[in-house]
């Protein structure tokens, strides 16, 4: 049975982001799926590479449960807010710390490329925003997109990564938001 890891990084449990989540984890367990989930703003860690990437800092016990969760997901869902055209702060800080080299990806000695370590994974980005889809894109460049599907999870191996955008959330009705919570459930019952 394919497993499945559902990722939030939206530090507000009463959020429309907690919801999309519980939506999709409710679809994929209908399926029988094996699902985990990480609530980003739940976990107990330093979020800052005081060194960058020069000194290693050990990862707090919440970090390295958070990895063995990616490591045994053959598909991972992350769901998160636009804020000011990126992702949320306290999820870039969860990257930085979990996705790094020799665990995420490995650099080849006296090379400009690398490795990518995490193959044999797709993903899912289910993003929400307040800027219609086109604005984001044709005006903006969809940076949060571009940066984590392009830079982080496929710059990691993992492949395909499919993009949901739920927008505009601002002054939406019920109804839309109702329509989105059970397309998101949909996702997880097909494990997409």
Known sequence: MKKI???????????????LKES?????????FEVEDIQIGDLK????????YTKRIELEPDLEEAWQKILRAEHIVWIHPL?????????KGFIDRIFLPGRAFAYRPNSIWWDRLLKGR?????CTSD????????????????????????FSGITPVK?????????????????WL???????????
């Open 5 to 19: 890891l559902v990722i939030n990084g939206h530090p507000n449990k009463e959020s429309y982001n907690y919801a």
């Open 24 to 32: 999709y984890i409710k679809g994929a367990k209908s399926s029988g």
């Open 45 to 52: 860690f330093e979020p800052n590479l005081f060194h960058g």
């Open 83 to 91: 804020w000011w055209g990126g992702i949320p702060a306290i999820m």
């Open 122 to 126: 797709s993903a899912r980005i289910i």
């Open 131 to 154: 800027q219609p889809y086109l604005y984001y894109w044709l005006i903006n460049g969809k940076p949060a997109i571009n940066q984590l599907k392009r830079m982080t999870l496929e």
């Open 163 to 179: 993009v949901s955008f739920i927008s505009p959330i601002k002054r939406s009705s019920i109804e839309y938001r109702k329509k």
């Open 182 to 192: 059970e397309k998101v459930e949909k996702l997880g019952k097909f494990g997409l």
